[in-house]
């Protein structure tokens, strides 16, 4: 069964026989699917009026536990972006309803922000959309293909988590 990488890496080896083109078989279809699982998740969280960024805030304070909240500095950690980028994420959520900001009754100077009832309600429901959707392109792969390749992509990327 031949694919689009298949061809690429044939169009190099033809090419630039002098190069092992041999990563290509792996990382050019990591970044094809990223590409597809991207467009699925685009169109998951639309479908919740959320953008992938928005999602990312807010399932870093529903995986939290009650009462779903977090301080900025900890969503900062927990969606690798800088403070200012989350400043810019949560004003948009306040606006939108689905999150608040709260003082942090441990330090009168900080703030938490929580998750809203109906920042919950748009969580659950793209995640939902999500998980749907991730179902359907691994639909082809074998169950212990998916255990295999899951060990394989884990080890792979072991190294660049903190």
Request: charged share 30%; glycine share 6%.
């Amino acid at each position: 069964m031949e694919d689009d990488v298949d061809r690429l890496i044939a169009a190099w080896r033809r090419e630039r026989p002098d190069l092992d083109v041999s990563p290509m078989h792996v990382l050019s279809r990591v970044t094809r699917l990223a590409l597809h699982l991207d467009r699925a998740r685009k169109e998951a969280f639309a479908a919740h009026g959320l953008e992938p960024s928005e999602f990312d805030v807010l399932s870093a304070l529903r995986r939290t536990g009650e009462p779903y909240q977090l301080s900025p500095g900890r969503l900062v950690q927990e969606t690798l972006v800088t403070s200012g980028t989350m400043t810019n994420r949560v004003d948009r959520l306040v606006r939108k309803g689905l999150v608040e900001r709260r003082p942090d009754p441990a330090d009168r100077r900080g703030v938490q922000v929580r998750l809203t009832p109906e920042g919950r309600v748009a969580v659950d429901g793209a995640l939902d959309a999500l998980i749907g959707r991730e179902r359907d392109l691994l639909a082809g792969l074998p169950v212990a293909d998916a255990a295999e390749l899951a060990d394989s992509l884990r080890a792979l990327s072991q190294p660049f988590d903190h």
